[in-house]
């Protein structure tokens, strides 16, 4: 187990972990058309990838040597009738054949499956302590984004925890994030959610994020749907493990893009 976390968490204690695990209910989304394409450049800079085992199978390089979190929890489509309604898609004996240095599994608090996704997540750590592999919860919020705020997101971190959750990926909120670390007992990563219109909002929020202790980010959209992926996901690289302030980050982004535009 402490093996398989400091893989993913490095020895500064911080952690970016880039998923492209969003087609597994969201289908082909834009610029993960071709996900082995989108990560190329980008693995160079990411501490792990988080991914579903079709396209860890089909897209990613065998000899790839990137730490993997396998998405195991699945079985739902934006189009069909509720995002909550989520099983375990991937056996733990999966996880070990693909070399994974850890699963994760969404929970959705609050919605109709939430007895569900909770067991869900209870049954996977059961299995999975068995062999040392940690498991990141994913607090979810499905299509109702307004749930990102501190008193949600709190208590969603603290009930994943409290059922075995490793590390505890979750949304930033302006108001309040601090509340969020602080009743959880371990380790927590931020998303980043929709693609936002401007990089320094991105930079400002994992900047604070970390202030308030968070170890670091899980974050998709806002570096590999941007123009300059590359760029984004340096910038990001120098807050979380250099800390650098958003200022820095983006003079270091502007740098990275090679034009002032
Ligand atoms: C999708 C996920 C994503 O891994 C998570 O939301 C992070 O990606 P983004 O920063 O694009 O929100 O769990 O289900």
Redesign the pocket.
Known sequence: MKNRLAQLIQRDGRALFL????G???GPTRRLERPGETIKPLLPYADAI?LTRGILRSCVDPENTKPIIL?VSGGTSVVGEDLSHEGIATSVKEAIRLNASAV?L?IFVGSKYEHDTLLNLARLVDECEDYGIPVMA?T?VGKELEKREARYLALACRIAAELGARVV?T?YCKEGFEKVVEGCPVPIVM?????VDSEMEVFEFVHDGIQKGAIG???????W?HDHPVAMIKALRAIIHENATPKEAHELFIEARGSRK
């Open positions: 998923p492209i695990d969003h597994y209910f969201q988080m998405r994760s969404s994913v979810a990926k949304y998303a980043g959610g929709p693609k980010v899980n974050l998709g959209r806002n570096i749907q």
